[in-house]
């Protein structure tokens, strides 16, 4: 009664709503396309009417489908009952082994295994289903039961387990529904009509203990089907519903990506495409929801709806093709169902278009697009569906490729839900870290693999954008006044497009401009693969790494201490350039602070988003870089020096590089960079090809073959301080040393101290052990200084 009054209220509703918006000149383009796609499959005979096994969600009321029921491992039972052999004694029986005792009421047969010798002498008999007073069923064989699972007896319930309906269709056995849709048990089920189904497995089970058929039952992992909109437990159902046949659309969909008309990236996910396609079984798309797309289908008072039905565009169109065929007096009503919504997102490419209208401005000019992106997760929801739907309707794939990105998880790698309390909130986050980091955090992802989003992620790429933003303010308070129409002609007449104008730069700027147009051509490379991580990689390493860490240095040694600012212009033609086209090569990761950025500098003719890409194949010079590169390891060697004898930061220190002529002659044309960023004294910095003749009290470093440098160490520390400091270090060091020995030579430790204790301590002894060494190498380091000296 209950259901039955839901039906009621739901075609009131629909009644008096729908026809309203149901008229032709009232339907958006996209709903006409829809009732447009469901005729023409209709017409082509791949739309049809049937009762048939589907997944029924009780609570919702509706059926679902495949790829809508999702199963999880749940602790669950499994029930041994006895089915007692018509005509036999007490001891002739067979057991079965089931996870769902209510669905007994609708056993139609009992299989076994023909070369189960347990039960062969069964075959062809009858068996008494238990508490159906004394129904009967035949005893069968079939080679696709599993001897091995449970008793190896199994029940065929057709109406309520797919597996079972497909062998019944096979072997022409009845369906027998004992399930009402609001997952109650029917009239079938006798005394247990009425009675939930999960209640009615409990009592049951308890009757079949009192009756003596209940043999045990015993803890079993459930492989159980959940619906994925609201969670219940589905109950596979049959019901009259409509259908889309789909192998030939799915074979046609095949053949797009097996001629290479359709790439889906990343590859592997080709294969899961083609085998899903290749074992596709047809497509429920009728759904007993009260919003969506109307089916549109109308049926005749009186008659049986499976074989008297009209199918039209509207209600008018439907009522003429009833006069027509039955006479003027006939009355129609429509199907109260609606589509499956993936059927209307399947026409999605092309229906947004104009389509059916194939003349359209739109359609024209924008089908088939390039690319779709999207979650890996709806591959077979929406994609393969989209792709067989525009092969269909317009001839031609909807896409040449499809990029799948990953899902985003926690920062353990679990899916967010609403239990977990570990949704993360895409608005809070943009408020903490801003847009830009959010987008760049989650386009570093790997296609097709999940993303766990991690505020350690989020807080670097904030510092990130916060360093393209300061970078960008150095660019313009370091560029000339737009007033200075001298000084942008100069600058801007600065080109780095031919080979003969890089090599004329000196190093720093040479090497930066050969790295950018590297850059360029691996980032767009790297683009037209779909490769995202790694341009995102690629940009972030080449802007902190060399831009911002090591040109922008460089460079203000040209804008503050170059004599007379000679080389200022070409530095801030350097700086301009590098910059502008790495705001084009971001901007789409990060397109709100480089458009900002973009918007800031001088002389812009239009949108960043507007502009043309940068050009590649530009030159490169691999020597400046091979140099340049010397000159970094020179740079660092001495700072790690300097930290190492914790010399103060402001402090300039004396240095003499020892190198071969022609490296000198690139190194000491750039002996203002190297003073500035190694914080050397730029009067007592030397070039020679022989150690000085103080190397004995110096600091000897190696920045790489053929490039040396020697520190003077009075310059360094105080000597004397650094022995006294040292001295007590080292003291203390091997009080801790020794400690640590005597714990291992203690037998007492080794015997009873955890594994892992033990192993910590011997990590601990070789690691002060390797710390003395050093402390004592230092030592005899300065005192050798010292005797030198005297």
């Known amino acids: 009664m209950e259901t039955d009054t839901v039906e009621l209220l739901r075609t009131r509703l629909r009644d008096s709503v729908l026809p309203v918006i149901g008229?032709?000149?009232?339907?958006?383009?996209?709903?006409?396309?829809?009732?447009?796609?469901?005729?023409?499959?209709?017409?082509?005979?791949?739309?049809?009417?049937?009762?048939?096994?589907?997944?029924?969600?009780?609570?919702?009321?509706?059926?679902?489908?495949d790829l809508e029921v999702e199963y999880s491992e749940e602790p669950g039972f499994l029930y041994h009952i006895k089915y007692r052999v018509a005509g036999g004694s007490r001891n002739d029986f067979l057991t079965v082994a089931t996870t769902r005792p209510e669905t007994l009421f609708g056993d139609v047969a009992i299989a076994v295994h023909p070369k189960d010798e347990r039960y062969s002498m069964y075959i062809g008999r009858m068996a008494i289903v238990p508490m159906t007073y004394g129904r009967h069923v035949p005893i069968i064989s079939d080679r696709h039961v599993d001897k091995d699972f449970g008793t190896g007896v199994l029940k065929i319930s057709p109406g309520h387990d797919h597996n079972d309906y497909f062998l019944a269709r096979k072997l022409g056995l009845p369906i027998l529904n004992v399930m009402n849709k609001d997952g109650t048990l029917n009239e079938v089920a006798g005394l247990y009509c009425g009675m939930d189904r999960f209640e009615a497995r409990k009592q049951l089970w308890s009757e079949l203990e009192e009756t003596?058929?209940?043999?045990?039952?015993?803890?079993?992992?459930?492989?159980?089907?959940?619906?994925?909109?609201?969670?219940?437990?589905?109950?596979?159902?049959?019901?009259?519903?409509?259908?889309?046949?789909?192998?030939?659309?799915?074979?046609?969909?095949?053949?797009?990506?097996?001629?290479?008309?359709?790439?889906?990236?990343?590859?592997?996910?080709?294969?899961?495409?083609?085998?899903?396609?290749?074992?596709?079984?047809?497509?429920?798309?009728?759904?007993?929801?009260?919003?969506?797309?109307?089916?549109?289908?109308?049926?005749?008072?009186?008659?049986?709806?499976?074989?008297?039905?009209?199918?039209?565009?509207?209600?008018?169109?439907?009522?003429?093709?009833?006069?027509?065929?039955?006479?003027?007096?006939?009355?129609?009503?429509?199907?109260?169902?609606?589509?499956?919504?993936?059927?209307?997102?399947?026409?999605?490419?092309?229906?947004?278009?104009?389509?059916?209208?194939?003349?359209?401005?739109?359609?024209?000019?924008?089908y088939p697009a390039t690319v779709l992106e999207t979650g890996h997760d709806i591959l077979f929801f929406w994609v393969a569906r989209m792709v067989m739907m525009g092969i269909e309707f317009t001839g031609t794939v909807p896409f040449s490729y499809v990029y799948l990105h990953g899902l985003i998880r926690d920062?353990?790698?679990?899916?967010?839900?609403?239990?977990?309390?570990?949704?993360?909130?895409?608005?809070?986050?943009?408020?903490?870290?801003?847009?830009?980091?959010?987008?760049?955090?989650?386009?570093?992802?790997?296609?097709?693999?999940?993303?766990?989003?991690?505020?350690?992620?989020?807080?670097?790429?904030?510092?990130?954008?916060?360093?393209?933003?300061?970078?960008?303010?150095?660019?313009?308070?370091?560029?000339?006044?737009q007033a200075d129409t001298y000084a942008w002609e100069t600058m801007l007449a600065c080109k780095f497009d031919r080979e003969e104008a890089l090599l004329k730069l000196p190093l720093p700027e040479c090497w930066v401009v050969s790295k950018l147009h590297i850059l360029i051509d691996t980032v767009t490379a790297s683009y037209d693969k779909f490769f995202f991580g790694d341009v995102g990689r690629e940009i972030y390493d080449f802007f902190w790494s060399d831009f911002a860490d090591w040109y922008i240095e460089a460079s203000k040694a040209r804008l503050y201490h170059s004599g007379g600012n000679s080389a200022a212009p070409l530095a801030q033609a350097v700086l301009l350039y590098v910059f502008e086209n790495v705001l084009k090569l971001l901007h789409p990761f990060m397109p709100f602070v480089t458009e900002e950025l973009w918007q800031a500098l001088p002389k812009r003719k239009?949108?960043?988003?507007?502009?043309?890409?940068?050009?590649?194949?530009?030159?490169?010079?691999?020597?400046?870089?091979?140099?340049?590169?010397?000159?970094?390891?020179?740079?660092?060697?001495?700072?790690?020096?300097?930290?190492?004898?914790?010399?103060?930061?402001?402090?300039?220190?004396?240095?003499?590089?020892?190198?071969?002529?022609?490296?000198?002659?690139?190194?000491?044309?750039?002996?203002?960079?190297?003073?500035?960023?190694?914080?050397?004294?730029?009067?007592?910095v030397h070039f020679t090809d022989s150690p000085p003749g103080d190397a004995n009290q110096s600091v000897h470093l190696v920045a790489s073959e053929g490039l040396e440098a020697y520190l003077p160490l009075a310059d360094m520390v105080d000597i004397s301080a650094e022995l006294d400091r040292l001295s007590k270090r080292l003291s203390k060091m091997q009080t801790e040393y020794e400690g640590l020995v005597d714990r291992l030579n203690s037998p007492k430790f080794i015997e009873k101290a955890p594994e892992d204790v033990v192993c910590g301590v011997r990590e601990k002894a070789a690691e002060a052990e390797e710390k003395i060494n050093l402390t004592k190498n230092r030592l005899s380091f300065l005192r050798s200084s010292v005797s030198a000296s005297q």
Request: glycine letters at 4%.
């Open 23 to 65: 008229q032709e000149s009232a339907l958006p383009l996209m709903s006409r396309a829809v009732i447009e796609a469901f005729i023409r499959l209709h017409e082509k005979g791949l739309i049809y009417q049937g009762s048939y096994l589907v997944n029924w969600s009780p609570n919702l009321q509706t059926a679902v489908s």
């Open 212 to 366: 003596g058929l209940a043999v045990k039952k015993e803890p079993h992992t459930l492989r159980v089907p959940r619906s994925q909109r609201g969670g219940e437990v589905i109950e596979p159902l049959v019901s009259k519903q409509w259908f889309v046949t789909m192998e030939p659309l799915a074979e046609k969909a095949l053949h797009a990506v097996e001629k290479g008309e359709l790439t889906i990236l990343p590859e592997r996910f080709e294969k899961i495409y083609n085998h899903w396609l290749s074992n596709i079984k047809d497509w429920c798309i009728s759904r007993q929801l009260w919003w969506g797309h109307r089916i549109p289908v109308w049926y005749i008072e009186g008659k049986k709806c499976e074989e008297d039905y009209i199918v039209a565009r509207n209600a008018d169109e439907a009522l003429e093709k009833a006069h027509k065929k039955y006479g003027k007096d006939v009355i129609i009503y429509q199907d109260p169902d609606v589509l499956d919504t993936w059927f209307s997102s399947a026409l999605w490419p092309f229906s947004t278009l104009g389509w059916p209208d194939v003349s359209s401005e739109d359609f024209k000019k924008f």
């Open 411 to 481: 920062s353990q790698g679990r899916k967010m839900s609403k239990t977990l309390g570990n949704v993360v909130d895409p608005l809070d986050t943009i408020k903490d870290y801003g847009t830009d980091a959010l987008r760049f955090t989650l386009a570093l992802g790997t296609a097709g693999q999940d993303l766990n989003l991690s505020t350690e992620r989020l807080t670097a790429n904030k510092a990130f954008t916060n360093k393209l933003w300061n970078a960008g303010k150095f660019v313009l308070q370091n560029l000339p006044s």
């Open 606 to 684: 239009g949108a960043l988003i507007v502009s043309p890409w940068p050009q590649i194949s530009l030159p490169q010079n691999a020597n400046s870089i091979k140099k340049f590169e010397n000159f970094q390891a020179l740079t660092r060697a001495i700072r790690n020096a300097r930290a190492e004898y914790s010399v103060e930061p402001a402090k300039r220190i004396s240095a003499s590089i020892v190198a071969s002529e022609d490296v000198i002659q690139y190194i000491s044309k750039e002996k203002e960079v190297l003073a500035l960023l190694s914080r050397l004294d730029l009067e007592n």
